[in-house]
T-cell receptor, first 117, second 111 residues
Framework: NAGVTQTPKFRILKIGQSMTLQCTQD?????MYWYRQDPGMGLKLIYY???????DKGEVPNGYNVSRSTTEDFPLRLELAAPSQTSVYFC????????????????FGDGTRLSIL | QKEVEQDPGPLSVPEGAIVSLNCTYS??????FMWYRQYSRKGPELLMY??SSGNKEDGRFTAQVDKSSKYISLFIRDSQPSDSATYLC???????????WGAGTKLIIKP
């Protein structure tokens, strides 16, 4: 059981380049999330999805795009990379919304460390 | 004012000590509270989940919520070097079910 798998683990981009961060889960979870974590800061929600074909913005969506064509996959697209997007990106999934995490907790991947120079 | 405040530490204690980690929050409407543990270069994992006020115990870990003072705590008894990690508190915004996170406290348990 792989859980949540993120690729790549590390990446260096030049300013203005674009890339896609991949996330896949094998737990048949409806809810999927993308967060970014900056040093000394809590996680910030970028985008989330409550099921295939349904996505919505989080706190910090500017500069990012997502799609959810299948239950398993939730890729995050960076267009025109900027230094402010240097961060660690975490994908997560859950069976239930946060109000029911006592029974069905949210699972995180191990992150993608992205540097934009 | 941040919705959830947490001292980033680091907090360094000797093995076997009782550890107290704390967060404060600003909105009295918050009802669900969580503690996550994050090891270096890993994603967070849910450690404790509580609803409303009171205590919840799981092995060496106790989560406590005081809604009157908007204060949440995590206590670790008989701390072990393997408890060395960053501990993040989080709560849920009712309007959209999004998690609001503290900055995390780095805990170091010295053998």
């Amino acid at each position: 059981n792989a859980g949540v798998t993120q690729t790549p683990k590390f990446r260096i981009l030049k300013i203005g380049q674009s890339m896609t961060l991949q996330c896949t889960q094998d737990m048949n979870h409806n809810y999927m999330y993308w967060y970014r974590q900056d040093p000394g800061m809590g996680l910030k929600l970028i985008y989330y999805s409550v099921g295939a074909g349904i996505t919505d913005k989080g706190e910090v969506p500017n500069g990012y795009n997502v799609s959810r064509s299948t239950t398993e996959d939730f890729p995050l697209r960076l267009e025109l990379a900027a230094p402010s997007q240097t961060s660690v990106y975490f994908c997560a999934s859950s069976y239930s919304p946060p109000t029911d995490y006592s029974n069905q907790p949210q699972h995180f991947g191990d992150g993608t460390r992205l540097s934009i120079l | 004012q941040k919705e959830v405040e947490q001292d980033p530490g680091p907090l360094s204690v000797p093995e076997g000590a009782i550890v107290s980690l704390n967060c404060t929050y600003s909105n009295s409407a918050f009802q669900y509270f969580m503690w996550y543990r994050q090891y270096s270069r890993k994603g967070p994992e849910l450690l404790m989940y509580t609803y409303s006020s009171g205590n919840k115990e799981d092995g060496r870990f106790t989560a406590q919520v005081d809604k009157s003072s908007k204060y949440i705590s995590l206590f670790i008894r008989d701390s072990q070097p393997s408890d060395s990690a960053t501990y993040l508190c989080a709560t849920v915004r009712d309007s959209n079910y999004q998690l609001i996170w503290g900055a995390g406290t780095k805990l170091i348990i010295k053998p």
